[in-house]
């Protein structure tokens, strides 16, 4: 009996931080306008929640690893941008709570490599079913305009210098968001 009852205490203890949820803060005091970041990870529902506070330039992301789709909220455009996760790109559900605690200890620009980039063009019409991206998706773009983008090529980027919206999570990734949308 007394055997069984610390295995389940040792059990508890490592699977804990397993299913655990947390927070990880990032202020960018380099005054280059990226702004206040944070990541709130749910273990449960694999998804991480990406926020970042910059005034009318503030944008909140979704990446939901359970349905392998993501959704970034563009505050000053009052829309959603849905896309595909990279899995080849994005970081891994289970590896990104190290790696951006690694990053937020190195601190920008400290001789690291520069941080993967995707780039998509945006689909102008809008999205009528936001059923097929998954309940996260929903809970944050319900009743907003929502658009899907599509991955492109980095040799497309030329065709939209000037016409993209661009962020940049925590020196880990660079996504560019380009046309439909953001032209306007």
């Not at 990226?34 to 944008?59: I, K, L, P």
């Amino acid at each position: 009996m007394k055997f069984t009852i610390v295995f389940a205490g040792l059990v508890g203890i490592f699977l804990t931080p397993a299913l655990a949820n947390y927070n990880i803060n990032v202020n960018d005091n380099n005054n280059d306008g990226s702004g206040r970041q944070s990541v709130s990870v749910n273990n449960e529902h694999n998804v991480a929640n990406v926020d970042n506070n910059n005034g009318w330039d503030s944008w909140n992301s979704v990446w939901d690893y359970e349905s392998g789709f993501a959704v970034t909220r563009l505050f000053n455009k009052k829309s959603c941008i849905v896309h595909k996760m990279n899995k080849a790109v994005m970081p891994d559900f289970q590896a990104l709570d190290t790696l951006v605690k690694e990053k937020k200890l190195q601190g920008k620009g400290r001789g690291e490599p520069p941080p993967k980039s995707l780039i998509y063009t945006v689909n102008p019409d809008k999205v009528n079913n936001l059923d097929q991206f998954g309940k996260s998706i929903i809970a944050m773009c319900k009743g907003i305009p929502t658009y899907v983008a599509e991955e492109i090529q980095e040799a497309s980027e030329i065709l939209y210098i000037g016409k993209c919206f661009n962020i940049d999570v925590l020196w880990i990734l660079n996504i560019s968001f380009c046309g439909g949308i953001v032209e306007n």
